[in-house]
């Protein structure tokens, strides 16, 4: 209940306890703490603690088994630089990241572009389009080790019916991240152009027609102000993208598990192996540091390109 203080010259607004009001927009520390909590609780148990351990076994040589392990310092780091395994996985992973953010961005932007025009059945050719994205990336890889199966495989059926040549494709040490590229971009393809779709209805349309009064061509409007006005967008889809690449397991595993000859082994395949195969959980440890920092990196130094190159409106 709350009741009315009459104060020569003030009036004050008191709770039930006789307490004043607190000023609108601030609460007591205990009703902060109270709001923080349920999501605080799941934060630290899921993911702070865990990357405390994360850390703290990255300078051990547990094995997952044993009881006891002993410390061994920078050991698994030193390792991991110095056994030469690193400039494979490293290069493996930057060709997938690349190979895989730019054809979706790219592809995505022209898929919205051609489907943004009042086309006959555009709905119908966005969702058909955007259907991969819902489907499993397991599912979706175990049918495309049948497309790019070397000797049966629709692929080759299709390039031989054609006059081409076939191709050795995911038992290729050549061919076997090409494979996985297409898998993913294939899978991503949809969902950036749902993206780009909405970014490009919402660029105000007095835009274009002030560009055509002043005898812009398509190509002038599509530089200056299409491209502009959906840098958040792409800034967005190309953060997200990264994130997703550096993530990339499913797909992996099914298709190629690694190989051949560590061809597909990205950074993260190359922690998996460390941990659940070799069961060298300090190794392992290390690299996922190392895969930690690597993508607070790249997500800074996009936030300094974006700063530069993305236009808010």
Do not use: C
Request: aromatic share 14%; charged share 15%.
């Amino acid at each position: 209940m709350t009741a009315v203080v009459e104060r020569p010259g003030r009036r004050t607004r008191t709770g039930s306890r006789g307490r004043p009001d607190e000023p609108p927009g601030q609460r007591s520390p205990l009703a902060t703490i109270g709001f923080l909590l349920p999501a605080m609780v799941p934060l630290t148990v899921f993911w702070i603690v865990p990357m405390i351990l994360v850390f703290w076994w990255s300078f051990t040589n547990w094995d997952m088994m044993a009881p006891e392990y002993d410390i061994v310092g920078l050991e698994n780091y030193e390792l991991l630089i110095t056994r030469g395994a690193l400039g494979q996985v490293l290069w493996n992973t930057t060709y997938f990241t690349v190979g895989t953010v730019v054809p979706t961005v790219v592809g995505g932007l022209l898929l919205a572009l051609l489907l943004h025009k009042r086309l006959r059945g555009s709905s119908l050719y966005r969702t058909i389009i955007f259907s991969p994205w819902v489907t499993p990336m397991v599912a979706m890889s175990i049918v495309f080790t049948w497309i790019f199966e070397p000797r049966v495989g629709l692929a080759n059926y299709v390039m031989t019916s054609v006059g081409l040549p076939a191709l050795p494709w995911a038992s290729s040490s050549d061919w076997a991240m090409v494979v996985i590229i297409i898998v993913t971009v294939w899978r991503q393809l949809g969902w950036a152009m749902i993206f780009y779709t909405v970014a490009l209805g919402r660029v105000p349309a007095d835009l274009y027609e002030a560009a055509e009064m002043d005898g812009s061509s398509s190509w002038a409007k599509f530089k200056d102000i299409t491209l502009p006005m959906i840098s958040p967008t792409t800034f967005f889809l190309v953060i997200i993208m990264t994130i997703e690449a550096l993530q990339a397991f499913d797909q992996i595993d099914v298709i190629t598990q690694g190989g051949p000859a560590g061809s597909t082994r990205t950074l993260l395949y190359f922690y998996y192996q460390a941990a659940f195969e070799r069961f060298q959980v300090g190794e392992a440890a290390a690299v996922a540091v190392f895969l930690v920092v690597l993508t607070g990196m790249i997500a800074l130094a996009q936030f300094v390109v974006g700063r530069r190159f993305v236009h808010y409106q």
